[in-house]
């Protein structure tokens, strides 16, 4: 489940990346990018009870 967490934090950034370098779809890619770091942050905070 981590992986896949991580898979998709991943694959949500550069689509964050793509679209603020195209500027086409504004605010969308912003909330992506927040997704992203959630998906990051309890990829982090689940690893570490597991530890």
Do not use: D, E, P, T
């Not at 679209?19 to 997704?35: D, E």
Request: charged share 5%; hydrophobic share 70%; aromatic share 8%.
């Amino acid at each position: 489940m981590g992986n896949l967490l991580y898979i998709v934090a991943v694959i949500l950034v550069i689509g964050w990346l793509v679209g603020f370098i195209g500027y086409s779809a504004g605010g969308l890619i912003h909330v992506l990018l927040v997704i992203a770091v959630i998906a990051i942050l309890l990829q982090i905070i689940q690893g570490r009870k597991a530890v």
